[in-house]
């Protein structure tokens, strides 16, 4: 048997970095911080003798350790006003390298009753509101990039939102990577507590500055308290060299609502976990999926939810669109808890291939262990519909319109159920425009 | 306008079309009428350009230039239509949105700018009212849920905004009640004209009551069997396919 990856620089680092860490000396965060190493250190990066993992090799991750990036990077505002969503009005904070950067932030006219912050600047300053979610949302045994990024705990952003209030436009968190040269490593966390009753959207966007070889590892924890309703939009569209892993860990209290969309449209290794935990009586959640896929890149999402209660609802669907010599990895486990009756789930798993060279492992697993529910799951993997091909030509378009209308198609309706519109539009016109850049379509 | 001459074609290794020989001179119309599996549908698609159907003999010449070596979009920019005897339902893909490329794809080809979104809609309503279909069927996924009748519309809609030289139309008939066939026949006819040829494939007569074609063919074994005025769909309907290969002094019409 292979042994996991030697992660005994990332865990040097650490050591090196700790005393530097935001809060350094808080018992309960250097405890925190030193579990995570302890785990790193132990269980090492996964490779693929872990069943998690068996689709996807991070030997090109591993293969040159990537240094921790330095806050005070230097982001061009020009970058980030041109990265902006056109029409989207939102209260925007800005990470760079996942530093946290208030001067290219936008959070005028916040609303009473809601924080916005870097989670750097909240350890420092009110540690106390911190230690309650911290670590939280993120289950027993986060694999080895998770532990990475606890170790390293540090910034990122902080999004609470008191009970009762209802957020007027959406909170965008955009992480520019790569802005401290190539190698760097960014390790943002991000807190997202929605009080009993609150409502709001969160939107994290990944983006590279320049396409330099770097690695993001991105965690983000979510509770959703009882009646409260939040939407999850994380859209990665890092450079062809980057690599990308990610975790969104969430708790979805009493008759709480959680919706998330996660869109992958770039990157040459990308990891995306989510784990939802339905805690409670009633919750609901649905996620939905788009991924990406051409050149050589490597899209895994893994999906993780948790029926703890009776009543629960999950609708998971994701779809994935692939050329060149791509590959992608879908495993959505569903795992309803002894007691968790009238549980009511759904999951699919689309693929379209649009090359013979391009590969997907998808894998389904249900774990049942209440005898009164409703589970459903279903995944395809195919092509293009010659017949719907030829009736497009003959009606006037070519190979390449007709491929593209078809693939466009495809991912439409993922997309369709996005709110807001002017994230949903721009999302269409970037994989619009991703489509376009693709030789694949033109075979 | 079209002329065929011996063609042969095999779908799967399997001849279908044997020796068929067809003129469809500008602003002709003409029906061809035939078995089940003769071959009708064959030739539709040949004409149009579909995969897999392999011409072995014969020519296909349209406008004086050979179709064969065409690609099915130069096809359907130089001006061919087909009217699918089974539409396909394109889920995603809005009509607006293909007829939209596709009637901008065909203008770019002649040389002329396309249309902007307003143009394009003011023309869409216009065309719409020629086959009486309602506004929402341009935002609907091309066919998706329609009903037979409707796709049968919606055929005939696309040609009435293409607006192409030579358009077949495969069983357009088949599965319109008797209103729609009138909406669908007048559609047709307003769209008959001096430069365009119409060749409807059709097992009814009923629609060449409405659309009163120049000439009938009889298609049967991959080839036209028999042709004539539009006498002979009355003959055909009240005798059937079996006396058309029985004898040549049989024959009725113009050859
Ligand atoms: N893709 C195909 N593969 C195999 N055989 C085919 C294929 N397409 C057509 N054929 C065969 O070719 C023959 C002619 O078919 P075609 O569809 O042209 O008939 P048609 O005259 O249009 O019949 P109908 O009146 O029923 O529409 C049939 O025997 C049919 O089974
Ligand atoms: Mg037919």
Redesign the pocket.
């Given at each position: 048997m292979r042994t996991a990856h030697d992660a005994s620089t990332y865990v040097a680092a650490q050591r090196d970095a700790a005393a530097d860490l935001p809060a350094a000396g808080r018992r309960w965060l250097d405890q925190c911080r030193s579990a995570a190493l302890a785990q790193l250190e132990l269980t090492g990066l996964p490779d693929q003798s872990n069943e998690d993992w068996k689709y996807t090799p991070i030997r090109p991750i591993t293969r040159e350790a990537f240094a921790p990036a330095q806050a005070g990077s230097d982001c061009p505002r020009q970058f980030v006003v041109a990265s902006t969503i056109p029409n989207l009005d939102s209260y925007r904070l800005v990470f760079v390298d996942g530093f946290w950067s208030p001067a290219l932030s936008h959070l005028d006219d916040l609303p009473a009753g809601v924080t916005l912050a870097g989670l750097g600047q909240m350890l420092d300053n009110d540690p106390a509101r911190i230690e309650p979610w911290l670590g939280s949302a993120l289950g027993s045994e986060p694999h080895g990039f998770i532990a990475m990024n606890s170790s390293f705990v540090g910034d990122g952003a902080v999004v609470e939102i008191n009970a009762g209030v209802v957020l007027d436009k959406p909170v965008e968190l955009l992480f520019v990577s790569g802005c401290g040269g190539s190698g760097r490593l960014s390790l943002p966390r991000n807190l997202v507590v929605a009080h009993s009753g609150s409502q709001a959207t969160v939107i994290e966007r990944h983006v590279s500055l320049l396409e330099n070889r770097s690695l993001s590892n991105s965690v983000s924890e979510v509770i959703v308290e009882s009646d409260a309703r939040l939407t999850h939009h994380a859209v990665q569209q890092e450079s062809p060299r980057s690599f990308h892993v990610g975790g969104l860990f969430v708790r979805v209290g009493r008759r709480a609502e959680f919706r998330s969309t996660t869109v992958t449209l770039d990157g040459a290794l990308v990891r995306r976990d989510a784990l939802i935990n339905l805690d409670d009586e009633q919750a609901q959640a649905r996620l939905d999926g788009l991924y990406l896929a051409f050149g050589r890149s490597h899209v895994d999402n893994h999906t993780h939810v948790v029926h703890h209660a009776p009543n629960g609802v999950s609708r998971e669907h994701y779809k994935g669109v692939l050329g060149d010599r791509a590959r992608a990895v879908f495993h959505g486990r569903i795992v309803v808890q002894p007691g968790a009756q009238q549980t009511d789930s759904q999951q699919r798993n689309q693929n379209l291939l649009l090359s013979r060279d391009a590969e997907v492992d998808s894998k389904p697993q249900l774990e049942i262990y209440a005898d009164n529910v409703k589970c459903t799951h279903g995944a395809t993997v195919g092509q293009l519909d010659e017949g719907a091909i030829f009736y497009l030509r003959s009606r006037g378009l070519d190979q390449v319109q007709a491929r593209r209308a078809l693939t466009r198609a495809f991912a439409a309706d993922v997309l369709e159920r996005m709110v807001p519109t002017a994230l949903r539009s721009y999302l269409e016109q970037q994989v619009n425009d991703r489509m376009q850049a693709v030789s694949e379509i033109e075979r | 306008m079209l002329s065929i001459k011996g063609l042969h074609a095999k779908?799967?290794d399997?001849p279908?079309l044997r020796g068929l020989d067809l003129e469809v001179g500008p602003g002709e119309v003409h029906a061809i009428m035939?078995p089940?599996?003769?071959?009708?549908?064959?030739?539709a698609n040949v004409i149009a350009g579909r995969d897999?159907y392999e011409v072995t003999g014969g020519s296909v010449r349209f406008l004086g230039r050979s179709l064969l070596s065409l690609t099915p979009e130069e096809r359907a920019r130089e001006g061919v239509f087909l009217a699918f005897?089974y539409p396909v339902e394109i889920p995603g893909v809005s009509n607006v949105a293909m007829l939209k490329e596709a009637v901008n794809a065909l203008r770019k080809h002649r040389g002329e700018p396309g249309l902007d979104a307003m143009d394009f809609l003011k023309l869409a309503r216009e065309r719409l009212k020629l086959v009486e279909m309602k506004e929402e069927f341009l935002y609907r996924s091309v066919n998706e849920g329609f009903s037979g009748g409707e796709k049968k519309r919606n055929e005939i809609f696309q040609l009435a905004m293409l607006e192409p030289r030579l358009a077949i139309l495969d069983?357009t008939d088949s599965g319109l009640d008797i209103d729609a066939l009138k909406v669908v026949a007048g559609g047709v006819n307003a769209m008959r004209g001096s430069a365009r040829s119409i060749v409807l494939v059709t097992?009814y007569q009923r629609l060449l009551e409405h659309i009163v074609p120049d000439w009938v063919h009889v298609?049967a074994d991959g080839r036209i069997v028999r042709s004539g005025d539009k006498e002979l769909a009355v003959e055909l309907e009240q005798q059937g396919y079996g006396w058309v290969n029985s004898g040549a002094d049989q024959a009725v019409g113009v050859g």
């Open positions: - | 779908v799967d399997r279908i035939g089940n599996g003769s071959g009708k549908s064959t030739l897999g005897q069983e097992h298609l």
